[in-house]
């Protein structure tokens, strides 16, 4: 291009709703002029298609970066697309592009998709640079001393924190010049987020939330100066505003978690130079926070497959119960334990819940009912406001014993000691399930141990107007040791087996070894034409170092003591799925995109919603 010519980008908006320090956008600013898009491909969501309220909020969400572009200069173009990567290639032809930017997202599906359309348009020849909008972080910077992949949140944290990267936030730009050009758009109505059987439900959320990043920075200060200082001792009350309910902005992109860093930090400065030692103590806790969900995009780079498997491979023999009449009750509100079912409630009603009682509904679901924690995961994906497939694949992780720091599987926390804990007065089961609103405190957490005067009193009629426990909690705890016994056994006999060589040993992390956790490493990539140092990088491998035929794919055992083999990504995929050229591309993309086949065949993702 002539030095007199303009650069004319287009700026792909996913995830990354805002224009303050936003880098996809600001690059394109500087360079020239913009043409702003949204695409909308239902079709690639897949069975992660976002649930009611998640595009509720989506929509709410659009229509102010809409007005905010506006009032800069720029139009937000909405495409309702069959793939994604055919709209840009419209857009490049329909305004004379010369390069697409966006900004980088890490969820197993968003991998696979971005990588083949990073991969289509760079056959085109059209330029594409991404940027990290998302994370303080990225996945590819972080690993311990010998360079592999952490897979414990506390290490994880630690080398972030020591890593001392001052996190740089961009102002927005101050005008936008518009690249003109004509594609088949549509309004924002036609893309089809909210249809008319929604409107009404909708239209509750409204009046309790307000999506849009000028709201997310609103939220943040008020958080910040009302709530961040007693944050370490409120967060585990269940009630009222303790926490800072930024996770849905958060979730997408509609305030830079750069910019949330920087403003906690700035209040601990001034903490610290008070000797206030509760608001320091609140900012860690809340940095860790922050954190986790960092460490949730972490674990689904480098693991890409924890979306359909846990990463220890323990529960893969576990005998889960796929009871439908069970999962139905916890999805209703009716186990028969108050904490559960006001939790279920709230969820449907308000596409919300606090965190403590993700972790008291989830637990119940896996460790009580013994049911697919990944059912669980996709009904929480449906059904939250903030539904975030990574923060969802780490809490369900976590409490379902699939991770070495998360809860043990054996531990079986009981709802109604857990009830007295965080909600002691009961003001959460009054609020949430007006059908013991009049049961005394007392009784509150285990209507069915009351008296029946009581119980008569209160107008409770157990088996009626509230259900019996679905399960008593000491058969639930009797059960769970069964079932995790004969996950022992089936394991044990799995090993025996293949110490006879009846069946072949593949690296995988559900394969049966004596090694819990495959180890990631990062291999240097080598640049695609496209690439620069911001780049979107992917655990990659190259075909004629590392790529072993099917055979040598097999492994035996590694002896006791043996230091494991360095796991890559794509060693437990068929060897067949890679080209010449997927060399440095091949990614986190290809074996997500392998394991997702899976996904809709046989796989232990099964949920019922997709077999509805
Ligand atoms: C089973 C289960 C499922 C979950 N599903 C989701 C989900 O779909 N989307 C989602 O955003 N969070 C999820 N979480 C994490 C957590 O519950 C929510 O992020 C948090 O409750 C949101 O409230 P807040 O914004 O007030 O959080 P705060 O306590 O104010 O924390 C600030 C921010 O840190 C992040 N964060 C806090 N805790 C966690 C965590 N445990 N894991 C990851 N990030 C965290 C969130 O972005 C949050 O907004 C899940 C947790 C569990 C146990």
Redesign the pocket.
């Known amino acids: 291009m002539g030095s007199n010519e303009i650069c004319k980008t287009i700026v792909w908006f996913r995830r990354d709703l805002r224009i303050e320090d936003n880098p996809a956008l600001s690059a394109a600013a500087r360079d020239g002029s913009v043409f702003a898009v949204f695409i909308w491909c239902p079709k690639e969501e897949q069975q992660f298609y976002p649930g009611r309220v998640s595009r509720w909020w989506l929509k709410q969400s659009l229509i102010q970066l809409g007005q905010s572009l506006k009032s800069l200069g720029v139009d937000l173009v909405f495409m309702k697309a069959q793939t994604t990567v055919s709209a840009l290639i419209e857009c490049v032809s329909a305004i004379g592009a010369t390069k697409v930017v966006y900004n980088q997202l890490y969820d197993p599906v968003s991998l696979v998709r971005d990588h083949n359309i990073k991969q289509k348009l760079g056959e085109l020849g059209i330029p594409v640079q991404t940027y990290n909008a998302d994370l303080l972080f990225e996945p590819w910077e972080v690993y311990n001393d010998d360079g592999y992949a952490f897979t414990n949140f506390n290490a994880y944290w630690d080398k972030c924190l020591n890593m001392q990267k001052d996190p740089i936030i961009r102002l927005p730009p101050s005008r936008l010049l518009q690249a003109t050009g004509s594609v088949e758009n549509c309004t924002i109505d036609k893309l089809g987020l909210e249809d008319d059987s929604e409107k009404p439900s909708n239209a509750l959320l409204g009046r309790a939330w307000s999506p849009g990043w000028i709201n997310a920075d609103i939220a943040l200060i008020a958080?910040v100066e009302n709530h961040l200082l007693d944050?370490a001792n409120n967060?585990k009350t269940v009630t009222g505003n303790t926490?800072?309910?930024?996770?849905?902005?958060?979730?997408f992109g509609e305030i830079s978690?750069r910019k949330?860093f920087h403003s906690v930090t700035m209040k601990q400065i001034l903490w610290t130079k008070e000797e206030n030692h509760d608001g320091e103590k609140s900012v860690d806790c809340?940095l860790r926070?922050?954190g986790?969900?960092e460490?949730?995009r972490y674990i689904c780079f480098n693991f890409p497959f924890t979306h359909e498997k846990s990463l220890l491979s323990n529960l893969k023999h576990f005998p889960w119960q796929a009871n439908q009449t069970h999962f139905k009750a916890w999805r209703q509100g009716r186990t028969g334990y108050p904490l559960v079912d006001a939790g279920m409630r709230e969820i449907w009603a308000t596409g919300w819940?606090?965190?403590k009682i993700?972790?008291i509904?989830?637990s119940f679901l896996v460790k009580c009912l013994l049911l697919p924690w990944q059912w669980?995961?996709k009904y929480?994906?449906d059904t939250?406001l903030?539904?975030?497939?990574?923060?969802?694949i780490?809490?369900?992780q976590?409490?379902s014993g699939g991770l070495p720091d998360g809860h043990e599987i054996q531990r079986l926390d009981s709802p109604e000691v857990q009830g007295f804990k965080f909600d002691p007065e009961g003001e959460y089961i009054r609020q949430w399930l007006p059908e013991l609103a009049r049961m005394p405190t007392e009784w509150i957490h285990h209507p069915w141990n009351a008296p029946p005067a009581v119980l008569q009193a209160a107008g409770v009629e157990l088996g009626l107007n509230y259900p019996n426990p679905i399960i008593d909690i000491e058969i639930a705890r009797d059960r769970l040791a069964s079932a995790i016994q004969l996950m022992y056994e089936k394991e044990s006999a799995t090993r025996q087996e293949n110490c006879e060589g009846t069946s072949e040993v593949v690296v995988d992390n559900c394969g049966p070894e004596e090694l819990p956790i495959p180890k990631v490493f990062l291999r240097k990539n080598k640049p695609c034409p496209s690439s620069s140092s911001n780049d979107q990088k992917v655990p990659s491998m190259h075909k004629e170092t590392f790529v072993p035929d099917n055979n040598e794919r097999k492994r035996s055992r590694p002896s006791n003591g043996q230091k494991p083999e360095e796991y890559n990504l794509h060693d437990c995929k068929s060897g067949s799925e890679f080209t010449e050229t997927d060399d440095d591309l091949c990614s986190t993309a290809v074996s997500s995109s392998a394991s997702k086949k899976q996904a809709t065949g046989t796989s232990n993702f099964c949920s019922p919603f997709l077999i509805k």
């Open positions: 958080f944050y967060r926490t800072s309910i930024l996770s849905p902005y958060i979730h978690v949330i809340f926070s922050i986790l969900r460490y949730s819940l606090h965190n993700r972790v509904t989830a669980g995961m929480f994906w939250l903030d539904a975030d497939l990574e923060s969802d780490l809490g369900w976590y409490i």
